[in-house]
Structure formats: C-alpha cells, structure tokens
C-alpha cells in the first residue's frame, strides 16, 4: 500500500491508500480501512465506484489519490478535480450520492494536469486541500519528471463547486519551473 491519508470520523480512522499486487503491472486500487479509537481494525472497505471493483483483480483500471472530508456528518470523498466530482459513502463501502461540477482549471494551471493530494480541510465556509501534478523535465533522457503543488478551495455544500484554484505553484521539485 501507498499514499495513506487519514481522517477522524465518527471516532474512527478512516484510513483512505492505493494499493496493487505488482507495481507498474497491476492496476492501482483505492482501499478504506476503518479503526476504533484505540487503533483496533474493524474492517476493510473495497468502494465499487469508478474503475475500482471489489478488489485489487477486479480493477478496470487505476484509482488513486480519493481524498476523504466529512460534511454534516457524512463521509465524502473527492474522486477527481475535472470535473470536481465528490461522492459520499457509508461505512460499509456503499456509495450514497455523487456531485459533479465543470471548471476549467486546466486554463489556470499550467504544470500538468492537477490530481488530488491532502484530504479537504474545512475553514471559513469552504474546503481548502493541496493537489500535485508533474511535467516532464525535457532536458533529461530517462524523463524524470518534476513535481508541483498547488491549492485549490471549494464550496462546503452540494454541489461542492471549486471557487479558487492556484495559478502558480506554491512548491516544486526543484529551482526550474518549465514554461
């Protein structure tokens, strides 16, 4: 498993990760482990949404980067940015409802395309949250690329539409930014 992100939830962990059998040849797989307070495992949670099936086997193809947030005592998930699609799901893995709005944000950010980082934090009526993208470095024959941060903030109610998105990166990978 990689790239776990953790939220409080009813007082449980929620524990959102990737996980896959074999890197580079398997498709990637969103999980949900939930557990107690005290750290106790209560299950294991397999969301049938997008390209993630019941499990790792079954994907059509990768799920990554799901961000978790709770609004009124629901659990939602940021899917995607483009368009900003946000569902909410039960403890059991069960999907409730889905919210999709239309931004253009590839007009405003110029460093790859933008793909979810850091679960939604509320504050002052909206949800702010990190998001990374990537560029290849030209100058490099094994094309190694370079990594961006950016922030973006979106409404705290359905349909949760984005209002804000950086237009500059607030962090990169190194001291070139490609233009």
Same mark, same amino acid.
């Not at 580079?24 to 397999?46: C, Q």
């Given at each position: ?6 939220? *409080?939830?009813?007082?449980? $962990?929620?524990?959102?990760? @990737?996980?896959?059998?074999?890197? /580079? ?15 106790? !495992? ?5 969301? #049938?949404? %997008? /390209? ?8 059509? %193809? ?13 659990? &939602?998930? *940021? =899917? ?5 699609? *946000?569902?909410?799901?039960? $403890?059991? %893995?069960? #999907?409730? @409802?889905?919210?999709? @709005? !239309? ?10 395309? +933008? ?6 934090? =509320?504050?002052?009526?909206?949800? =702010?949250?990190?998001? !990374?993208? !990537? $560029? ?6 094994? $094309? @190694?690329? #370079?990594?961006? &941060? %950016?922030?973006? /903030?979106?409404? +705290?109610?359905?349909?949760?539409? #984005?209002?804000? *998105? ?14």
């Amino acid at each position: 498993s990689e790239d776990p992100r953790v939220i *409080v939830f009813k007082d449980n $962990l929620i524990v959102s990760t @990737t996980n896959y059998i074999e890197y /580079k040849t398997d498709f990637f797989h969103e999980k949900v482990l939930i557990f107690d307070s005290k750290l106790n !495992h209560l299950k294991s949670l397999h969301p #049938i949404y %997008g /390209k993630n099936k019941q499990n790792v086997k079954f994907n059509i %193809g990768d799920e990554k980067n799901w961000t978790f947030f709770e609004y009124n005592n629901k659990l &939602m998930f *940021v =899917y995607q940015m483009q368009p900003h699609t *946000v569902v909410e799901m039960d $403890l059991d %893995g069960n #999907i409730i @409802t889905e919210y999709k @709005t !239309h931004v253009d944000i590839k007009s405003k950010w110029k460093f790859g395309e +933008a793909r979810l980082s850091t679960n939604p934090v =509320y504050k002052d009526g909206y949800y =702010y949250s990190f998001f !990374h993208s !990537h $560029l290849p470095l030209k100058e490099d024959k094994f $094309l @190694t690329k #370079i990594y961006f &941060m %950016g922030y973006y /903030k979106f409404k +705290a109610e359905p349909p949760f539409e #984005i209002v804000e *998105v950086s237009q500059e990166p607030i962090l990169w990978g190194n001291n070139l930014i490609p233009r």
